[in-house]
């Protein structure tokens, strides 16, 4: 494996690891703050969530001796941010979620289980995929309306990065984000807080 390493397969290892969290970290942000969660348990989630892919990405390829990385569900991320805060708050929520991790392990580990979830039509499958993503797909036309000074250089950047090539647009489009909110950020509560 160490033989394999070159600089354009550290690059885009590194590009696939930065394009992978990026694109989906304020749907997972906008998920557990949905929830229930607070700040602090917003970025208590992140943290192990990021610790938890990075650990078995480096796991999984060196068991399996295959190239694989491990990511969030964004999916399930978009879920949580389009439905209604549960009873127990964000308690009951992560409860939820510890119990579907379950499932899908034991769903792994018992080949009937996996068997019949393989047996889902995939166009019911993509269905209820859609059904979940469809908002998250327009989120973007309607901030385009709403806010467009915010979004034209997001937007511009990403466009861009797909004429120079394909692989930079998300990269260009997550730093011109960056950048937007440096650049409007309300820092008053922020420095509310400090004094």
């Known amino acids: 494996m160490i033989r394999d390493l070159s600089a354009p397969a550290i690059y885009m290892g590194l590009l696939a690891a930065f394009v992978g969290y990026a694109a989906s970290f304020a749907i997972v942000l906008a998920g557990l703050k949905a929830a229930g969660a607070t700040d602090a348990q917003a970025a208590t989630g992140l943290f192990f ?5 990075g650990v078995c990405s480096i796991w999984l390829p060196l068991v399996t001796r295959i190239p694989a990385a491990v990511a969030w569900s964004t999916p399930g991320a978009a879920f949580l941010a389009a439905a209604a805060v549960l009873p127990g708050g ?3 929520a992560v409860g939820a979620m510890i119990g579907c991790a379950v499932l899908i392990v034991v769903t792994g580990f018992v080949p009937a289980l996996g068997r019949i979830v393989t047996a889902i039509p995939k166009p ?10 469809l908002k998250l ?6 901030a385009l309306g709403s806010i467009p000074l915010l979004v034209m250089p997001v937007l511009a950047a990403w466009l861009l990065g797909l004429v120079w090539h394909r692989l930079a647009a998300m990269p260009l489009a997550v730093i011109a984000f960056v950048v937007v909110l440096l650049f409007t950020a309300d820092t ?7 004094t």
């Open 49 to 53: 969530a990021a610790i938890g892919m």
């Open 90 to 92: 964000f308690a009951e």
């Open 124 to 133: 019911i499958a993509n269905a209820l995929l859609a059904g979940v993503l």
């Open 137 to 142: 797909c327009f989120a973007p036309a309607v």
């Open 188 to 194: 008053s509560a922020a420095e509310q807080t400090l």
